[in-house]
């Protein structure tokens, strides 16, 4: 899929608040500083468009992206900050749950994982949550360029292998770098091919 036009739209700070759900969306979620902002720039190719500078936990909102005026692309505030408040964690959990229960325009829930590291509970206990929740998601494992290719991809069997102590189907898994534009044809392919499942869906 070509990208013709990216635009911020909005910040909000609830569910009730997020644009009409009338175009499919795609949400980007993972820990803090694992490369999301720097995705979301690279598949848009806009170097600017999600912050990547954000203080951590200081922009607890959802922000909302439209793309080629069709789709949205929603950029989620990050768990595992190590500095937030009980409060501001409380606050983050309610607006998260609220936004992946209820929008009903979700189509998928990107996950993104640091490649480097080994499997990482905090990422396995999201993932449990989103099951839990019946919520659709991917993996996407993030700066592939960092370490060598054969250790970015053992981390990602690593990981795969974890999930199936818990999960009988594993969702499709991207690698990706943000550097190196890698991953970006897959991740949006396979955008193109759920939209277009999701205008047959809104037509029948
Ligand atoms: P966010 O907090 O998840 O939005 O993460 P950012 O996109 O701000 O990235 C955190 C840090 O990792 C920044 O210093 C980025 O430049 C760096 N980074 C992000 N993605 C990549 C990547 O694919 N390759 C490399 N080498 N660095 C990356």
Redesign the pocket.
Known sequence: MEIRSAKYLISSPKVELCPPADKPEYAFI?R????????INMLTNQSKL?K?SASPGKTQMINHFLINDDWYIVDLP?YGYAKVSQQQRANWQKMISGYLKERSNLVTVFV?IDSRLKPQQLDLDFLAQLGEWGIPFNMIF?????STQREAHQNMRRFIEKMKEEWEFIPRSFM????KFLGRKEILGYIEELNEDWGKEESE
């Open positions: 993972g803090s500083n694992v490369g999301k902002s720097s995705l999600a990547t990050g993104l993030t700066k592939a360029d960092k990706t770098s943000a550097v």
